[in-house]
């Protein structure tokens, strides 16, 4: 055998090995319709840094608050840029950009998880379970450092983190007085217009 074909054998199998092993131990993870397989994913999310991956496990309630701080921060955002006069039209524009520009809820939620310190936090305090309990539609699963996470069933079954549920309702809510602070102030702002236009000369 060529020392060529020797060294293609070794490269595939250093390809393969790792891709086989991943593939097993996804395997082998439970459903995400329990908690432990939900907070398995978790795990996996958080080592491989990607917050994103994290948010199909969070409850119904907290994704839904994604989604409703991406709409208000695009419909706050459009009316700054419609209405507002500089340099607060540039200031509040950027303000809230990455809300506002989010394709999905989970980049709203991985955004709020890197400013927040989320990942961080769970990478110091993820770690085995120890035990699972389950009530009715809630769930807590207990780690060997004694760490108590607690879940909810989605709608479609899957069970949710709830830990950073009520952290995104007031974000949720923060990002809804805000759109309605721009909405009136726009219109003012467009009222304004209106007036210095009639008071012009030329009317225009």
């Known amino acids: ?15 393969l090995v790792p891709a086989t092993w991943v593939l097993w131990s996804w395997k082998r ?6 908690p432990e397989g939900a907070y398995l994913r978790i795990v996996k999310a958080v080592n491989l840094g990607r917050a994103e991956d994290v948010f199909p496990y969070t409850e119904d309630p907290a994704q839904h608050d994604c989604f409703t701080i991406r709409n ?19 200031r509040l524009a950027e303000a809230h950009a990455a809300e506002a520009q989010a394709p999905d809820g989970s980049d709203v939620f991985a955004f709020f998880a890197r400013k927040r310190g989320w990942v961080d936090r769970l990478r110091k305090d993820l770690s085995g379970i120890a035990k699972v309990e389950v009530v009715g539609e809630r769930a807590t699963v ?3 450092r004694g760490t108590r996470y607690p ?26 007085r805000d759109a309605a602070l721009i909405e009136r102030n726009a219109a003012d702002y467009a009222r304004v ?12």
């Open 151 to 176: 879940f909810r069933r989605r709608d479609n079954g899957i069970w949710g983190l709830t830990l950073f549920t009520a952290d995104l309702r007031i974000e949720a809510e923060k990002a809804a």
């Open 72 to 90: 208000y921060r695009k419909h706050a955002r459009d009316r700054v840029l419609d209405a507002y006069p500089e340099p607060e039209r540039s």
């Open 29 to 34: 993870f439970p459903s995400d319709r329990t």
């Open 193 to 204: 217009r209106e007036q210095e236009r009639a008071a012009s000369p030329d009317g225009g």
């Open 142 to 144: 207990e780690t060997t």
């Open 1 to 15: 055998m060529t020392r060529r074909r020797l060294f293609w054998i070794a490269a595939l199998a250093s390809l």
